[in-house]
């Protein structure tokens, strides 16, 4: 099916989309973007998400070159457009094309940032019986630069620690950076030990989650104890158990990390009771 995409102001088929070579997006990296999870054709946690989006420009000097009102419209108008029941949406704002490659930034005056938004479809995500059985994972050093409370479309080397667990044959990978881990190479990174919830304080170390400050939110709400601190790679294997949130994932359990089972080797109640909380609220909540 051919997808009808945003670009800078129209909704055109994908195959009629066009954005510059020159676009720095393309040449410098030099973009940021979100990701909306879409249930029931609405939209999971989108206040957070565009806030992000706000806080992420601003880091970098960057503007919107819509309203926050117009940017909810195109979002809704993508998801009839293309008849999106289930899935997300990407959204990447560029700082634009000045004509030429440049590492000095151009004036925002007369270049403007782009923006591009295009839905993916990815029917049963929520209900997904591998999601719930748990991830296999290996760790991997956390190379990736120290502004990662940003979100840019920097993704190269999370996309290399995917293609690592891909050639380990599991599903995804952790970073760790002076034997503590990070986060997870799209998604926050948590373990669970005699009842309480352990996950890495918010710096610029990590992404700050959306998904992670809902379903820390939910979890206390629920009586569930929750400490922010940094974890080793030896307290993850020895964990209870082990999850992961993002606005693809949701929460999904961790069942094995390098090759050692996390507690008894398959998804455990925690992650499994506040991913269904977590479902449950967003399909209320989803606008
Ligand atoms: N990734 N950490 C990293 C490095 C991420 O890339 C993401 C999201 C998260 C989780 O954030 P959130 O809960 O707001 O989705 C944490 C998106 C889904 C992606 O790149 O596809």
Redesign the pocket.
């Known amino acids: 099916m051919t997808r009808t995409v945003y670009v800078n102001g129209e909704f055109v088929p994908e195959t009629e989309a066009k954005v510059s070579i020159f676009d720095r997006g393309f040449l410098m990296a030099d973009a940021v973007y979100e ?1 909306t999870s879409v249930l029931d054709g609405k939209l999971v946690d989108y206040a957070g998400h565009a806030k992000r989006l706000e806080r992420s420009l601003k880091e970098l000097d960057m503007t919107l070159p819509v309203t926050l009102d117009e940017l909810l419209e195109i979002h809704r108008e993508l998801v009839k457009l293309n008849d999106l029941e289930e899935g997300g949406i990407y959204l990447q704002v560029t700082r634009g094309s000045a004509g030429d490659r440049d590492f000095i930034w151009p004036d925002p005056e007369t270049t403007k940032a782009s923006l591009v938004l295009f839905t993916q479809s990815k029917p049963g995500n929520a209900m997904s019986e591998k999601a719930k059985a748990g991830y296999k994972i290996i760790t991997v050093p956390d190379i990736r630069w120290h502004r ?1 409370d940003i979100k840019t479309v920097q993704l190269l080397y ?1 996309s290399m620690a995917k293609m690592m667990a891909k050639k380990a044959g599991v599903d995804d990978a952790w970073l760790v950076e002076d034997g503590l881990v990070t ?2 190479t ?3 990174a948590y373990i669970v030990k005699d009842g309480k919830i352990i996950t890495r304080a918010l710096s610029n170390d ?2 700050h ?4 400050a809902s379903v820390l939110k939910f979890a206390k709400e629920a009586q569930m104890e929750v400490e922010e601190r940094s974890f080793s790679v030896e307290e993850a294997k020895a964990a209870d158990e082990a999850f992961i ?4 994932a949701y929460v999904t359990p961790i069942i094995e990390i390098d090759g050692e089972a996390v507690g008894a080797g398959a998804s455990g109640p925690v992650a499994l009771r506040l991913r269904e909380i977590y479902i449950d609220e967003m399909r209320k909540a989803a606008i």
Not at 209 to 212: D, K, L, P, Q, S
């Open positions: 990701v990662r999370p986060e997870g799209s998604n926050n990590i992404l989650g959306i998904t992670r949130t993002s606005a693809g």
